[in-house]
């Protein structure tokens, strides 16, 4: 643990250390979520794995399960109804730049219905990710995102477990593998290699697997990562982040910065919509301010920075309210272009209704990207076919996406050619590497992730909501055992959501953070709380307010 963290962590048991020592309610049953084992075995194994520590500090602990569809709603839609979760953050592109992170999931105005679901709120973070966004000296803003990863540390809004080895495998007797792209921080499933594989011969298809649904193919909504698979191929954004994490000229052939605040970007001629219709720098104008809007509360965080939007031509010139060093990566590499002449009546109809714009589906979502989609038969498969007038048409004929929630099933699938490329593999990473190395026709490729699975804390309901007490049940987990046991070795332990793969942006000081039940049993007695009969109360003359 850092000396931040430290001194914090100190601070915090001092200010605590004159309770009373008498035993307030005993602590209602905590309820875990998780998806299925046979969905998402690592999870579900890391869960159990936590409930038994969790356990042995005095909690009744209860794991329930269900599926993606119905956790990610009660989490998200209904955020005061729920104490701790399993989740993950995949590993977009755009989460290259630690902002994202470190801003939309954390910082207090994104509580209510943004990416921060947990509920944290602390003045003193907000203060210096706001900060760190406007430092353009990239040396300054680096010590700023390590004292973030300090507060977080100190404060365990979420408890991290590890940042996964994404493994994925591909059929290189179909697919020419010079031409599969190892994205820096996220690995081969991505759009580059989507749009550059190259089929050797007959087969023109991409056939690959997810084991969770796709909920919704929205512009402006992302329910989970498999969505975002789609949506980056369906849609062109101004930017793209490249292979090597870097943001690059996309939708918008060049740009530049007329001062600090202040960005001209000349779109790229002759972009037409999957319509037909051509894509206009007015469009580009509309698509940022419905994201900006009430109307897409997920993407919102996005672009509120954003002051005005002028079009001359093919010219769309941003002008910012404050500097912020990673809107090329955060914001113009986010959010999609979507045409004015569909969305304009669709945002328009849901003024007047309690909807907002993230539960509309459209019956043949339109966007200008390197895929077109063609069909979507729930619950089975997302078929897109090729945009062969895209400036970057991909080489293949078709992405097909199949939802199989069986690891051993998808693996199968492989084998007897039913799938040529594993976008998800649930199960143990090294049955699938030792499948490619028994067969020569398939090539395993792991890679350390930006994105990361943690258990998220609801900070907003009692014990939770003490931070005493969320550093606890982080002290009681050996992430170590996680990432060994759950993950098989293939994940790395992590106290931070800031991924080792940017290693100029994670504070390895944060590494530094001792686990085992003595500890966390030692920092619940300095908080006050006390074991009866070997069950956890709270400190003093707390009451339990939720029942059990």
Known sequence: MSYIARASLAALLASTAALPAFAGDEIREIVLFSRPQAGQQAEFQSVQLIAQEWRKLGLDVKVEVMPWEQMSNVVWYDRGAWDATAWQMVGRPERSDPDELLFNLFHSTTAESGYNFIGYKNPEYDSIVEAQRREVDQDKRREMVFEAQDILSADQPNMMLVHPKSTF??????????????????????????????????????????????????PLYISGGVD??????????????????????????????????????????????????????????????????????????????????????????FHLKTPLASFLTSTLAKINIIPEHVWGPILADLKDKPENAESYQEETPIGSGPYKFASWTKNEEIVLEANTDHFHAPKADRWILRIVPNAEAAL?????????????????????????????????????????????????????????????????????????????????????????????????????????????????????????????????????????
């Open 169 to 218: 495998a591909f059929n290189k007797a179909i697919f020419d593998p010079e031409t599969v792209v190892n994205q820096s921080g996220i690995g081969i499933k991505n759009a580059w290699t989507f749009m550059d594989i190259t089929p050797l011969g007959e087969e023109k298809d991409i056939v690959l697997n997810s084991s969770d649904n796709v909920k919704s193919i929205n």
């Open 228 to 317: 975002s698979w789609v949506t980056e191929l369906v849609y062109d954004r101004l930017l793209r982040v490249g292979p090597d994490g870097l943001p690059q000229p996309w939708a918008a052939e060049s740009y530049e910065w007329l001062d600090d605040a202040t960005i001209a970007l000349t779109l790229r001629p002759g972009m037409t919509w999957h319509d037909g219709e051509p894509v206009t720098a007015e469009d580009v104008k509309f698509s940022y301010e419905a994201a900006a809007s009430e109307e897409a509360p997920m993407y919102q965080p996005f672009a509120k920075n954003i002051d005005s939007v002028d079009v001359e031509g093919d010219v769309v010139t």
């Open 412 to 548: 199968g699938m492989l084998k007897s050619g039913e799938l040529n490329f594993i976008g998800e593999f649930p199960g143990d990473p090294q049955v699938l590497v030792d499948a490619a190395t028994e067969n020569p026709d398939l090539e395993a490729v792991s890679t350390v992730d930006i994105g990361f699975r943690y258990i998220g804390f609801n900070n907003r309901r009692a014990p939770f909501d003490d931070p005493a007490f969320r550093m606890a049940l982080s002290q009681a987990v050996n992430r170590q055992l996680i990432a060994k046991a759950a993950y098989r070795g293939y994940a790395v332990p992590s106290n931070s959501v800031v991924s080792p793969a940017l290693a100029f942006w994670h504070d390895p000081a944060v590494e530094d953070f001792a686990t085992g039940t003595d500890l966390a049993k030692q920092t619940l007695e300095d908080a006050g709380y006390t074991l009866e009969g070997g069950k956890l109360h709270y400190p003093g003359d707390i009451k339990e307010t939720l029942g059990n």
